[in-house]
């Protein structure tokens, strides 16, 4: 089964703008991580942030976690036109079986016109 | 480097057909994995191998088997293709240098099968 599900599906934002994407997840991480995969082609790794961390930031992007809640959050800021791509948030479990896997949610489709 | 690297890009098979998907690394990585992509469902883990000689079940194995002979290659195989298996396949690996599950996963291109 999905560990994590984005919300909202697809977003649709003006160049300039904040993209905001949300994740949850139902079991414990050892860390949470995004990615991004443009059209038609493979995914390419963003962040990642660890369970006993609760914001981290990289370029234009920063990443919030909480584990109370289990769930997590992705922010572009004055996004682009190239960001246009679908991201996965993806977990990784915190015993020793599932430390290596990842389990990925369904992607938000984010879209960034012109 | 190349990367991870699949073949084919492109396949159509027949209902029953069989055929081998072969993804490459050339970054020395222990663990390589399968995905599938499906519309609307993210990434399903099929397979995966955390090293040479060694292969397990992620969560949709059924009608696959796979193959690690080489630390490099992760064969991934369908014995009697049927149109459920119609997808995009993605193959990923990971070093295992420090604290591996703190590794990302570098993925191919893709491999898109139909399934007729």
């Known amino acids: 089964s999905q560990q994590g599900e984005e919300d909202p599906q697809a977003l649709s934002i003006q160049e300039g703008e904040n993209a905001t994407m949300n994740c949850s997840y139902k079991?414990?991480?050892?860390?949470l991580q995004w990615y991004r995969q443009n059209s038609g082609r493979g995914l390419v790794h963003l962040i990642l942030?660890?369970?006993?961390?609760r914001e981290k930031h990289s370029g234009r992007l920063r990443v919030t976690l909480d584990t109370s809640k289990k769930s997590s959050s992705l922010l572009i800021t004055a996004s682009r036109a190239a960001d246009t791509a679908s991201y996965f948030c993806?977990?990784?479990?915190?015993?020793?079986?599932?430390?290596?896997?990842?389990?990925f949610g369904k992607g938000t489709l984010l879209t960034v016109n012109p | 480097n190349a990367g991870v690297t699949q073949t084919p890009k492109f396949r159509v098979l027949k209902t029953g057909q069989s055929m081998t998907l072969l993804c490459a690394q050339d970054?020395?990585?222990?663990?390589m994995y399968w995905y599938r992509q499906d519309p609307g469902m993210g990434l399903r883990l099929i397979h995966y191998?955390?090293?040479?000689?060694?292969?397990a079940k992620g969560e949709v194995p059924d009608g696959y088997n796979v193959s690690r002979l080489k630390k490099q290659n992760f064969l991934l195989g369908l014995e009697s293709a049927a149109p459920s298996q119609t997808s995009v396949y993605f193959c990923?690996?990971?070093?295992?240098?420090?604290?591996?599950?703190?590794?990302?996963?570098?993925f191919g291109p893709g491999t898109r099968l139909t399934v007729l």
């Open positions: 990923a690996s990971k070093r295992t240098l420090g604290r591996s599950s703190y590794n990302e996963q570098f």
């Open positions: 079991t414990s991480i050892n860390n």
């Open positions: 942030i660890r369970s006993n961390e």
């Open positions: 993806a977990t990784v479990g915190d015993s020793g079986g599932s430390n290596y896997k990842l389990t």
């Open positions: 970054m020395n990585h222990e663990y």
């Open positions: 191998s955390v090293g040479e000689g060694t292969t």
